[in-house]
Antibody, heavy 120, light 109 residues
């Protein structure tokens, strides 16, 4: 059974750096074809893909946010960490992590999401 | 990198069929057979309904089907049920990244 859960601060100040952790179970990020991605959703708005890391450490970023994003495998083998620098109120959103399949370019299992508010 | 274009809303009565369109470009939908559809109920995480244009994950009702023609993908829901009321998002692979549509709110009348 694949599960994922996001953790991190729910309130950050403008200009601060956001660090989110995705803790997962039921699969290994060392398995060929597996990835973990991050997707966000501002309140009342659409989904927005942010980043993805594959089993082979191949990393992908949303072009418009590439300079602000870093995705890494966590110190624990069942974690992925996303950092986003220079946070702004427009970055207020629910942030989801999801299990990805390289072969189908799809996210088939999602975490419950974490609402991050950017406010002073 | 623009979002894929979906109608803001569609509606239908129970038992009817509805189709949600998703329009992209030759660089995304038209260039790859990696179109997915997600269902999202209020306050919940998205759920995968269709992948690789036409494939249904295990456990998804066969009332849901997907197709693609050129730069436009479509999700069809037949035999509409009250439980289908939700937001639906299309997604497509594009070079080195992923695009989502703006979402379509399905109302079951």
């Amino acid at each position: 059974q694949i599960t994922l859960k996001e953790s991190g601060p729910t309130l950050v100040k403008p200009t601060q750096t956001l660090t989110l952790t995705c803790t997962f179970s039921g699969f290994s990020l060392n398995s060929r074809g597996v990835g973990v991605g991050w997707i966000r959703q501002p309140p009342g708005k659409a989904l927005e893909w942010l980043s993805l890391i594959y089993w082979n450490d191949d990393k992908r970023y949303r072009p418009s946010l590439k300079s602000r994003l870093t995705i890494t495998k966590g110190a624990s083998k069942n974690q992925v960490v996303l950092t986003m620098t220079n946070m702004d109120p427009v970055d207020t959103a629910t942030y989801y992590c999801a299990h990805g399949l390289y072969s189908a370019k799809v996210f088939d299992y999602w975490g419950q999401g974490i609402l991050v508010t950017v406010s002073s | 990198q623009s979002a894929l274009t979906q109608p803001a809303s569609v509606s239908g009565s129970p038992g009817q069929s509805i189709t949600i369109s998703c329009t992209g470009t030759s660089s995304d939908i038209g260039g790859y057979n990696y179109v997915s559809w997600y269902q999202q109920r209020p306050g919940r995480a998205p759920k995968l309904m269709i992948f690789e244009v036409t494939n249904r994950p295990s456990g998804v009702s066969n009332r849901f089907s997907g197709s693609k023609s050129g730069n436009t993908a479509s999700l069809t829901i037949s035999g509409l049920q009250a439980e289908d009321e939700a937001d639906y998002y299309c997604s497509s692979y594009t070079t080195s990244s992923t695009l989502f549509g703006g979402g379509t709110k399905l109302t079951v009348l």
